[in-house]
């Protein structure tokens, strides 16, 4: 197995049709929208925490455009919101999962962004750090013993995940047996109120990856078509039986780590603003409109039909029934739902 860690550059690196740079521009003013309504009905009292996901538009629309549907498998973390909807997960379905709703896939239960789509290959999301990453492994064991072929799975977290001992149990079982496994690092620099400087002495997540003879990646997270490339090409390694990939893309968190955090205790505002200047979202929009992606019109366009869709789904949601009283025990164990008093 190879230890070298190449640098993927630049919008270059990967040549897409239009129509796929419009899926691109589509998912990640989508990711956006849906993010800004989490925080208001956050504020309106309607859901209980919202996690935002500005700053990663670029890394998860990327991503997704790398996902190949039907053969692979996504193991998610909090913060991907545009992510799994990039991967197929209906918009309707992550709002009854925030607002709790009877029709939600986990029947209202799961604490916000902790969705479950088996048919989609979607995992559920696990609220322990970093132990998404041993589920990730056991799934691409389970499929490299089986014998199927170019089927790969994905695996999500952000830098504060590699803090933890399953992150490091995952990448070295997978690297002894070869599994087709990508792990993807969305570093945004910041675990919670935690600064990766007083995490690891390394600056980079790509660094570790030659401890455990895995092939490492980086891409610059503010660039959906970098991070296209390099996901594109962890998966095209992994899937050909090269054994697992580190994919790093580099971005940052614009808002506080979720509507509970106040991010000005631990972070200047001077910080963030500069960081706003990478801001994925209104770089890509300059990017369409240069290369004639879209058209100024048509960006109008394609913007009033994302506000016009999460606006419909959110008010659709709201008008469903939350889960009977009655299935409160359901769901926890096997049998009957009668609760133990």
């Excluded at 322990?128 to 990730?136: P, R, V």
Aim: one cysteine or more; glycine letters at 8%.
């Amino acid at each position: 197995m190879s230890t070298a860690s190449t640098q993927t550059g630049s919008s270059t690196t990967a040549t897409l049709t239009r129509e796929q740079l419009r899926t691109l521009l589509h998912d990640m003013l989508t990711q956006r929208a849906v993010d800004t309504r989490g925080f208001q009905l956050n504020r309106q009292g309607k859901i209980g925490i919202a996690m935002g996901s500005e700053g990663h538009e670029a890394v998860q629309a990327g991503t997704g455009l790398a996902f190949q549907r039907g053969r692979d498998l996504l193991y998610p973390y909090y913060r991907n919101t545009g992510l799994i909807l990039a991967c197929g997960f209906p918009l309707i379905d992550l709002f009854r999962s925030q607002l709790a709703r009877a029709k939600d896939t986990t029947g209202g239960r799961s604490i916000i962004n902790h969705v479950t789509a088996r048919k989609l290959g979607i995992a559920s999301i696990s609220s322990i750090i970093a132990a998404q990453c041993t589920h990730a492994v056991g799934a691409a064991w389970s499929i490299k013993r089986s014998g199927a072929k170019d089927r790969v799975v994905f695996c999500q977290f952000g830098e504060g995940a590699t803090s933890q001992g399953e992150w490091h149990e995952a990448m070295n079982f997978a690297a002894v047996h070869a599994l087709p496994v990508v792990f993807l690092c969305e570093n945004n620099k910041w675990a919670i109120s935690t600064h990766i400087s007083k995490q690891m002495r390394v600056p980079n997540i790509a660094a570790h990856a030659a401890g455990y003879a895995i092939h490492a990646i980086t891409a610059d997270g503010f660039d959906p078509i970098a991070v296209y490339a390099a996901v594109s090409e962890a998966r095209e390694r992994a899937a050909s039986g090269a054994g697992p990939v580190l994919v790093e893309s580099h971005c940052y968190r614009f808002l506080s780590h979720t509507t509970d955090d106040d991010d000005r205790t631990y972070r200047t505002r001077d910080e963030v603003a500069e960081q706003r200047s990478n801001d994925p979202v209104p770089r890509f929009e300059k990017y369409a409109l240069e290369h004639r992606v879209v058209t100024p019109d048509e960006l109008k366009v394609l913007k009033r039909e994302i506000a016009e869709t999460v606006n419909h789904a959110t008010d659709s949601v709201e008008a469903e029934p939350y889960p009977d009283a009655a299935s409160l025990h359901g769901n926890t164990y096997a049998g009957p739902d009668d609760p133990w008093i």
